[in-house]
């Protein structure tokens, strides 16, 4: 087991591991290895597209600590685990909107203290603005049309300054139609609009075909608040 240039991510070959924040639990099924009493949970790149970018030649930093962090459309948890190991004593928010996902999320963080999920749709960060307050970290993985614009608002309402995050971008949900090139170019220009500067954009293969990962930094200044 190597570490790797992110703290807290393991290498062994080709597989990622992370250092298990619950010893002896599984998320979704990965595999567990213990060395030198070190338990490490596989983290898979076909389950997780953060993991899947992190094999990537084109692969983006990762903030080493946060204090806090906003992760958008968290399904039953699968990725957000995975930061739950890497930032043991942050506080991580996880939006989700659909009722039979928020279960197994409610239920992964009563087994982990560093997840806050809301029940809440990310177009709406109005309704969890003042519990978030300024993250250090945005993750967005939701399969929705304005996809970009949804980052924009959430990074606008609840990103630090110079901080980052990563959208994962699913083109076929924006259009069936346009290219792929096409939809990256426009979800850039959206985010460049709100302010945000957008760095490498990276595909996912062979993991998955139908997103790009594109980086964000915010503007090393916030708006007045009256701007926001
Ligand atoms: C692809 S899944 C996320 C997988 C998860 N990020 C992972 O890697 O473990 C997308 C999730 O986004 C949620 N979602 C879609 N639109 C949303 C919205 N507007 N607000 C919050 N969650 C949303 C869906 O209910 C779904 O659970």
């Not at 807290?8 to 099924?29: H, S």
């Not at 989700?96 to 197994?104: I, L, Q, R, V």
């Not at 096409?182 to 993991?207: C, D, H, K, W």
Request: hydrophobic content about 40%; some cysteine.
């Amino acid at each position: 087991m190597e570490p790797t240039r992110w703290a807290g991510v393991f290498r062994d070959g080709r597989d990622l591991f992370t250092v298990n924040l619950t010893p002896g639990l599984r998320v979704y099924g990965e595999p567990l290895r213990t060395i030198a009493g070190v338990e490490y949970r596989g983290w898979d790149p076909f389950r997780s597209k953060l993991a899947a970018l992190l094999l990537q030649p084109s692969a983006p930093e990762l903030p080493g600590k946060v204090t806090t962090a906003l992760y958008l459309g968290g399904a039953h948890g699968t990725t957000v685990s995975h930061l739950s190991d890497l930032w043991p004593s942050a506080t991580i928010f996880v939006v989700e909107k659909s009722p039979t996902s928020f279960a197994p999320l409610l239920a992964l963080s009563r087994r982990r203290p560093n997840l806050v999920p809301i029940l809440s749709d990310a177009q709406l960060p109005e309704r969890y603005r003042a519990d978030v307050g300024l993250s250090e970290f945005l993750y967005q993985d939701v399969a929705q049309r304005n996809q970009a614009q949804i980052f924009a608002e959430n990074a606008r309402a609840c990103l630090a300054p110079g901080a980052t995050g990563v959208l994962m971008l699913k083109v076929r949900s924006v259009t069936q139609r346009r290219s792929t090139a096409s939809v990256v170019r426009e979800a850039r220009a959206t985010l460049a609009s709100a302010n945000l500067e957008v760095g490498i954009e990276s595909p996912l293969a062979p993991f998955s075909r139908e997103h790009v990962a594109l980086t964000v930094r915010s503007p090393a200044h916030r708006p007045p608040s009256g701007d926001r």
